[in-house]
């Protein structure tokens, strides 16, 4: 697509509520919006696998408590710490 003459783009503009972009304008607008969607998507993927991480070493210590202290009993709170610490620089 070739570039809009100055005239053409106040022409368009002018003939309403229009704002006319480049293409170059509207390849770097949507550039920057898929890496914002991109960042967004990535923070909230990486939110939800630690809150379900979290959810299982729970179950996994509820577990336990119903278990009589031994080997099992500790092996699930063993299992239950190394859930969270999967990933240490997420928990705070």
């Given at each position: 697509?070739?570039?809009?003459?100055?005239?053409?783009?106040?022409?368009?503009?002018?003939?309403?509520?229009?704002?006319?972009?480049?293409?170059k304008e509207f390849d770097e607008a949507?550039?920057?919006?898929?890496?914002?969607?991109?960042?967004?998507?990535?923070?909230?993927?990486?939110?939800?696998?630690?809150?379900?991480?979290?959810e299982c070493a729970r179950l996994?210590?509820?577990?336990?408590?119903?278990?009589?202290?031994?080997?099992?009993?500790?092996?699930?709170?063993?299992?239950?710490?190394?859930?969270?610490?999967?990933?240490?620089?997420?928990?705070?």
């Amino acid at each position: 697509m070739s570039e809009l003459s100055n005239f053409q783009k106040q022409f368009l503009a002018g003939s309403g509520h229009v704002q006319v972009f480049t293409q170059k304008e509207f390849d770097e607008a949507l550039t920057l919006a898929k890496a914002e969607i991109m960042t967004v998507a990535i923070e909230t993927t990486k939110q939800a696998i630690f809150i379900e991480r979290e959810e299982c070493a729970r179950l996994l210590e509820k577990l336990a408590s119903e278990e009589d202290e031994g080997e099992l009993c500790t092996a699930m709170r063993n299992a239950a710490e190394s859930i969270r610490n999967r990933i240490p620089s997420q928990r705070q």
